[in-house]
T-cell receptor
Framework: AQSVAQPEDQVNVAEGNPLTVKCTYS??????LFWYVQYPNRGLQFLLK??????LVKGSYGFEAEFNKSQTSFHLKKPSALVSDSALYFC??????????????FGQGTTLQVKP | DSGVTQTPKHLITATGQRVTLRCSPR?????VYWYQQSLDQGLQFLIQ???????AKGNILERFSAQQFPDLHSELNLSSLELGDSALYFC??????????????FGEGSWLTVV
C-alpha cells in the first residue's frame, strides 16, 4: 500500500536559519511525490513535485525538496526561513498501486513555526 | 488562484440537516477529488470522480454522496448532519485520474459548522 509519513508534528526554526521538513514514503512503482502548504484559514497550495530526473526539485517561495530513493525520503528544505513561511506543510504521494486511482495520499502534516 | 472553485466558503447548519457543497474544477481537468480535513483526522480522502464516473471511494460515510455532472462540476451532499461532520471540505482536480506527475490543485475549501 502507498503511504507517506511525516515524523515531526512541529518544526521550530529561527528566521534566517535553514529549515527541513521531513517526509518518508512507501510506494509500489514510480513515486510521484508532492508538497503542499496550508496557511491559516486557507486552502492547500501546491509547492513542488518530484516526477523523475533530478533529485533536487525547486518549487515556489524558495522551497526545494530532495528525493532520496535509497532512503525513501522526500524532505522539504529552504536555505533561509522567513516568518511568513509559518504554516502547515503536507507531503503526499499519488496512488499508483493496484487501483491506480491517482488520488493523493497525505502525511499527517507538519506545522512549521518560524520565530523572528 | 488554483482555478478550482468551491461554494459556499462557509456554512453553518443544524444537526439533522442536509447541505450540498459545489465544486468547479480547473478548465480541462476531468478528475475531481473530495477531501475532508478535521483537527483529529487530518486530510481524509472521501471520493473521486473521473469524467462523470466514480473512480475511487475512501472513508466516505453512507450519509454522504457525490456526483460529477456532464459539465464536470461536482457536488458533495452531506445529510443527517452530526456535530462530528464539522470540518473543512476540499475539492481538488487534475487532468487524469491515475498516478502521474500531473499536479492536483485544490480549492479554498468549504467550512462546514454543524451546531
Amino acid at each position: 500500500a502507498q503511504s507517506v509519513a511525516q515524523p515531526e508534528d512541529q518544526v521550530n526554526v529561527a528566521e534566517g536559519n535553514p529549515l527541513t521538513v521531513k517526509c518518508t514514503y512507501s510506494v509500489s512503482g514510480n513515486p510521484y511525490l508532492f508538497w503542499y502548504v496550508q496557511y491559516p484559514n486557507r486552502g492547500l497550495q501546491f509547492l513542488l513535485k518530484y516526477i523523475t530526473g533530478d533529485n533536487l526539485v525547486k518549487g515556489s517561495y524558495g522551497f526545494e525538496a530532495e528525493f532520496n530513493k535509497s532512503q525513501t525520503s522526500f524532505h522539504l528544505k529552504k536555505p533561509s526561513a522567513l516568518v511568513s513561511d509559518s504554516a502547515l506543510y503536507f507531503c503526499a504521494v499519488r496512488d499508483g498501486g493496484s487501483s491506480n486511482t491517482g488520488k493523493l495520499i497525505f502525511g499527517q502534516g507538519t506545522t512549521l513555526q518560524v520565530k523572528p | 488562484d488554483s482555478g478550482v472553485t468551491q461554494t459556499p466558503k462557509h456554512l453553518i447548519t443544524a444537526t439533522g440537516q442536509r447541505v450540498t457543497l459545489r465544486c468547479s474544477p480547473r478548465s480541462g481537468d476531468l478528475s475531481v477529488y473530495w477531501y475532508q480535513q478535521s483537527l483529529d483526522q487530518g486530510l481524509q480522502f472521501l471520493i473521486q470522480y473521473y469524467n462523470g464516473e466514480e473512480r475511487a471511494k475512501g472513508n466516505i460515510l453512507e450519509r454522504f454522496s457525490a456526483q460529477q455532472f456532464p459539465d464536470l462540476h461536482s457536488e458533495l451532499n452531506l445529510s443527517s448532519l452530526e456535530l462530528g461532520d464539522s470540518a473543512l471540505y476540499f475539492c481538488a482536480s487534475s487532468v487524469v485520474g491515475r498516478a502521474s506527475g500531473n499536479t492536483i490543485y485544490f480549492g479554498e475549501g468549504s467550512w462546514l459548522t454543524v451546531v
